[in-house]
């Protein structure tokens, strides 16, 4: 019972490796790519070695020395998911003066007056009709 799960893991990692690989040659999508333009494959080649290489490498160094660079390697994910989150924070700070501006229910306000310009003030009157009609069924 402790088993099932990595069981069922496995299996479903196998399983849409097999799909992959089929779709991948029997629909000829990916060998259509690459043999349209076979400069394509040189980098994909070269990621596949230096991969292999970086494994080859981690493999020997000492324990403490992987776990150091686990640890290396979790700290730089966390940094990279913190900053790509703050520039979301960011981003949707940035577009929220638009959105106060289009709600009915907040007061025009003189925030941001080079953006109002730039955009104009977006309603629902200003939007074709036939999108209008075809999402809102006014």
């Not at 779709?23 to 394509?40: A, H, K, L, Q």
């Not at 981003?91 to 306000?109: K, N, W």
């Amino acid at each position: 019972m402790r088993h099932l799960p990595l069981l069922l893991g496995i299996t479903l990692i196998v399983g849409m490796t097999i799909w992959e690989v089929s779709d991948f040659f029997v629909t000829n999508e990916g060998v259509r790519y690459f043999s349209s333009e076979p400069r394509r494959l040189v980098p994909v080649v070269l990621l596949g070695l230096a991969g292999g290489v970086v494994a080859l490498v981690i493999s020997r160094l000492s324990p403490r020395s992987q776990r150091t660079l686990k640890l290396a390697a979790l700290g730089t994910f966390g940094a990279l998911l913190l900053f790509t989150l703050a520039l979301f924070a960011y981003s949707v700070g940035h577009l929220a003066p638009m959105v106060e501006d289009t709600h009915p229910s907040i007061p025009h306000t003189t925030r941001h007056p080079e953006e109002r310009e730039r955009f104009g003030r977006l309603t629902l009157a200003s939007w074709p009709s036939t999108f209008r009609n075809e999402f809102f069924g006014t």
